[in-house]
């Protein structure tokens, strides 16, 4: 059965803030010109907002350009952040850093504490009030090119596959979104980015991208502990101090809470489990009393591409344009990327309007990365260019030398720092490295994965095939757990990756596709990059609310 086809000027992949930001600037300058403009934007959600996690505090800048009447209109954004700490833990106790002696990167008076899911579901209303075509429930599977080479769109997955890849009896086939410009705003590690990054050699020029895992839950607590406004990180235990990572603790309205934990998956021993260390951290005797009494709502995790102005790749290629995490336009030292992804979507968007409107189509938009260069996100991520890079030193000769470049030389250091390695490869052998023993969960504080995924709303169609792929099924076994004691059975978040003994001295690994909540790290973190995730059957996955 063959794909239909549908025409657009710009096509967008991703329901994110980039994406929608995109969007919505592309109709506003269509209508400020009173010219027809055909744009659409696919999401793999159920939903959109449906797959969108983050902590979150968000610096309003962004959206005030696109929205400057945002109040008015009602945005998501009711909670001004009222006090920042900053602390850092020892098993037993903590220290709370002088807020005079906090770096511009952690002070966050005039921004809010937000659930950025909610308020892409508010820009999703805006974007559609605007005339744009909204399709959630569809995957974008295929990238498609013209016979020049060039990016012409995408192709939906299809729908009704069984797990053996033949149609069921609901089969469906995709379609295809053609389009002057497609935009790829799929959010970390976007597999479709990961496709155009290696057949456009776009990161040639770039520093190995870094990542982190951030995981997430969303508490109900006793209302005589909120703090509306409140936001609270800290950096020292459960982690190591050569292991980067640390939390977040941010109070909402309505008696809610947003609790996290960060891990950068360069991590070195194998038997560290980011899902283990956030549940011990809440236990901390600074950190435990928040929660006791309340109720857990939800829970989720995600992958965050940390590596700054220096991993960012090229931004254009033929016929497309990759914006927000697609890219990487985070700044890890603030803990902030939804402002920055808002940023680059609108700036791709005044590059694709201006070149729609002299005739272009399928050329590389150039005044994309030209106007990057000139805007104060490139100011901003310039400053915070070195943060990850000192934070790879150790989490105190990091902490030093983050202090003296943003407080005391406001981020003018004369050197630029460059990434050297990508996170699979610096793990360990077993052999070469302590085991952890985590305690076991109590399900009131902390809980298993399987009840965790549960609160996620997960779900995949289950007779579909799998989406999470191997490139030679032998080698978890053979390499993986034979050498690194079977790593994915770790920093999965969700129980995906389970190795199942098969009689004495065997194991096969057996993959929970079902649990799976899009988060990437399998597809980062993996030392043999064996594993690849490819998009599953549309609508399926996680399904947060207010996160």
């Not at 060039?150 to 086939?173: C, E, F, L, S």
Request: hydrophobic share 40%.
């Amino acid at each position: 059965m063959a794909r239909e086809a549908m025409q657009y000027d710009v096509v967008v992949v991703g329901g994110g803030p980039a994406g929608l930001a995109a969007a919505i600037r592309l109709k506003k300058l269509a209508a400020e010109k009173a010219v027809d403009l055909g744009v659409c934007v696919i999401e793999k959600g159920s939903e959109i907002g449906a797959h969108v996690l983050s902590g979150a505090v968000m610096d309003p800048r962004a959206i005030e350009e696109l929205f400057p009447d945002w109040k008015v209109l009602g945005a998501p954004l009711e909670t001004p952040v009222s006090e920042d700490r900053f602390l850092f833990l020892t098993r037993t106790g903590s220290f709370k850093v002088p807020n005079l002696l906090l770096p511009e990167c952690f002070r966050n008076h005039g921004n809010y504490v937000i659930s950025l899911a909610n308020l892409c579901r508010w820009l999703g209303a805006q974007a559609e009030g605007l005339g744009v075509e909204i399709y959630p429930g569809f995957t974008a599977a295929e990238v498609l090119y013209d016979d020049k080479g060039a990016v012409k769109g995408v192709a939906t997955g299809d729908m009704g596959v069984g797990r053996d890849g033949k149609p069921t009896g609901q089969y469906q086939p995709g379609m295809e979104l053609h389009g002057k410009y497609t935009f790829f705003a799929e959010g970390c590690r976007g597999h479709l980015a990961k496709q155009l990054m290696e057949r456009f050699r776009l990161r040639d020029s770039s520093d190995p991208q870094v990542y982190g895992i951030g995981l997430k839950e969303l508490w109900e607590i006793d209302p005589k502990k909120h703090d509306p406004g409140l936001v609270v990180h800290s950096a020292g235990w459960p982690l190591a101090a050569d292991t980067y990572g640390g939390s977040f603790l941010y109070h909402m309205e309505a008696n809610l809470v947003s609790v996290g934990f960060v891990v950068g998956l360069a991590y070195a021993n194998p038997f560290l489990s980011p899902y283990e260390e956030f549940q011990r951290y809440k236990t901390h005797p600074a950190i435990r009393a928040t929660f006791q009494g309340g109720k857990r709502l939800a829970y989720g995790a995600r992958a965050i591409a940390a590596g700054g102005l220096m991993s960012l790749p090229k931004l254009v290629f033929p016929g497309g344009v990759l914006i927000g995490d697609d890219a990487g336009f985070l700044n890890a030292s603030r803990i902030k990327g939804s402002h920055a992804a808002i940023k680059s979507g609108m700036l791709a968007a005044e590059a694709a309007f201006d070149s729609l409107r002299a005739g272009g189509a399928g050329d590389e938009l150039e005044a994309y990365p030209a106007a990057f260069r000139e805007s104060w996100l490139f100011d901003e991520l310039h400053r915070a260019r070195n943060f990850k890079q000192w934070m790879s030193k150790g989490l105190y000769a990091g902490s030093v030398m983050v202090g003296i470049e943003q407080t005391l030389l406001a981020g003018r250091f004369p050197w630029t720092l460059h990434h050297r390695h990508a996170d699979h490869e610096t793990l360990l052998p077993a052999a070469e490295c302590k085991p952890i023993d985590y305690p076991k969960p109590d399900g009131k504080l902390t809980f298993d994965r399987l009840s965790s995924v549960f609160v996620s709303n997960t779900n995949h169609e289950e007779n579909q095939p799998c989406h999470l792929t191997l490139k030679d099924p032998s080698v978890p076994v053979r390499v993986n757990l034979a050498t690194y004691d079977g790593p994915e059975q770790r920093y999965c978040p969700a129980g995906v990756y389970e190795f199942v003994k098969e009689g004495e001295g065997s194991a096969r690994l057996q993959i929970n596709a079902q649990n799976c909540v899009h988060c990437k790290t399998c597809d980062i973190k993996d030392p043999t990059q064996n594993i690849v995730w490819i998009a599953p059957q549309g609508g399926g996955g996680p399904n947060y609310p207010n996160m």
